[in-house]
């Protein structure tokens, strides 16, 4: 006698194959979410953290100097940086009429770099660059040749926390020289 239709036994094993493909896939697809995710966070980490090093380079390299008059003080720590900038028409040399900068690290809730745009007349005009992302005080050393200053920015979603796929971390690197002072 030939019957026309499934044994219960066909169709549980019908039910856990086709349970089986669907938390395959849908493992595949909560991993590949996840990591999808993690690199968006880390893109956006790299976006904010190449910001502020695009313009700690763009300034820094206005700054003068040469062996008498350096213009680029790094503290100890590492944590700040001031540099003299020509900003008048006598090109390569510095007065009163030009100006010092600043970049601090501030630790704390804020984790940012502050950019102070005059310390010396106008120390309360600053801006916060990487706000709430900076890992490591200690940003700027003193480079291997004089008036150079290498930056090291390293950044995380949530610098309190551990480095992980919901935390992700960046570092950026750069080595920045003064323009030398006219003799004049």
């Known amino acids: 006698m030939s019957s026309k239709g499934f044994t219960l036994t066909e169709v549980l094993i019908a039910i856990v194959l086709m349970g089986l493909v669907i938390v395959t896939v ?3 697809d909560i991993t590949s979410r996840r990591f999808f995710g993690s690199i968006t966070k880390e893109s956006r980490i790299q976006d904010e953290a190449k910001i502020a090093m695009e ?8 700054g003068i100097g040469d062996a008498a008059n350096p213009g680029l003080v790094v503290s100890a720590d590492g ?3 001031r540099v003299q900038q020509d900003t008048n028409s006598k090109v390569g040399k510095f007065d009163a009429n030009d100006r010092t900068i600043e970049y ?3 630790g704390g809730p804020g984790y940012t770099i502050v950019f102070v745009q005059d310390i010396i007349n106008d120390p309360t005009n600053t801006e916060n660059l990487a ?3 900076v890992v490591r005080s200690d940003i700027f050393s003193v480079g291997s040749a004089p008036n150079q200053v290498d930056v090291e920015i ?8 551990a480095k992980s796929l919901d935390n992700p971390e960046t570092t950026l690197t750069s080595s ?7 003799c004049k």
């Open 79 to 81: 944590t700040t940086i």
């Open 176 to 182: 920045i020289v003064l323009r030398a002072m006219s």
């Open 26 to 28: 849908a493992s595949v």
């Open 104 to 106: 601090r690290y501030e």
């Open 55 to 62: 313009h700690i380079v763009k300034n820094v390299q206005l």
């Open 131 to 133: 706000e709430g992302m």
């Open 154 to 161: 390293q950044a995380r979603r949530d610098p309190t926390q």
